[in-house]
Structure formats: C-alpha cells, structure tokens
C-alpha cells in the first residue's frame, strides 16, 4: 500500500501526454486524513479561505463475496465561492460562502482477475481521453484524438 502523501498537479497542462518540457506544477494537494475508512482526503490549501479548499478523495474497495471486483473511486471537487460586496451597509466585508462545487468522479471497475497490463491499457485510454493530442511512444509525431469528452465538459456540446 503505498503512503499517503501530497499530490502535485496543473491547471496548466501541456496538451499531450507524452511531453518533453517540464510542466509548470501550480498547486499541491496535502493529505488531511481519512474521511471514513478506507477513504482518502486530500486538498489544496492555496486560496487561503478554508470553504473554497478544492478536495480529491480516493477509495480502493477490495472484492468482498458478493462482488470479485475491486472498485477504485477518485473524486475531485472544485468549489466556487460567492461574489461578495467589498463593503455592507456596517463597512464590514461579509464572510466568504460558497456559490457551487464543479466535481468530477473517476471509477474504475477492475475484477480481481484482470491482469496489469490490462489495467495499463485501460488507464492510458482513460488518459488519451481527457487529453487534446497524444504523442507517439518515439515523440516523432502528435495526433489530435477527437475525444467528445473535451468539447463536452468544456461546452456542453453533445458526443455527436
């Protein structure tokens, strides 16, 4: 098992997968413990207001007798806090709240059977789909992968 320890990730991503330029990392998710048991949190300090803290949470459930499969759930929220009048009628600012949450959650269904190499591919599919071009394994060329999942999140365009 490996330890719980902080995340480092971009906004900024490079469009492919495979990049030779260093990425830029922009933020840190520290762990903050578990939530419940065997549940993961971990969230990223940098606003400085608590209530607007985006978290990652993460769940590995073993197979049980009921189901031979292992159930791997990533979750990452990203709220947004309210626009706030700088002063009130009292000259005082109002305490910061929250607008909304945008979230995203990953589940990964992984019978006990299945084999690495077949859950490598299926991550880097799962990669190649959140990603605007992918690179060839040798860097000699850049494909755009067409992946409906971009223009979906992105502009609430239909897969067709």
Not at 13 to 30: E, G, H
């Amino acid at each position: 098992m490996s330890a719980i320890g902080p995340i480092k990730v971009s906004k900024t991503l490079s469009p492919t997968i495979l990049n030779t330029v260093a990425v830029p990392l922009t933020d840190v998710f520290s762990p903050e413990g578990f939530v419940s048991p065997g549940v993961a949190k971990y969230v990223n300090r940098a606003s400085g207001v608590a209530i607007g803290f985006p978290g990652f949470t993460m769940q590995v459930r073993p197979p049980t007798k009921e189901s031979r499969i292992y159930k791997v759930t990533a979750k990452l929220v990203v709220p947004t806090l309210e626009q706030t009048s700088p002063s009130t009628a009292t000259g005082i600012q109002p305490a910061p709240t929250k607008a909304y949450d945008v979230t995203a959650i990953l589940e990964f269904m992984l019978p006990e059977r299945s084999t690495r190499p077949e859950r490598e591919y299926l991550l880097s599919y799962v990669k190649s789909l959140l990603a605007a071009t992918i690179a060839y394994s040798d860097n000699s060329n850049q494909e755009t992968t067409a992946s409906p999942v971009i223009s979906a999140v992105l502009d609430f365009e239909q897969p067709y």
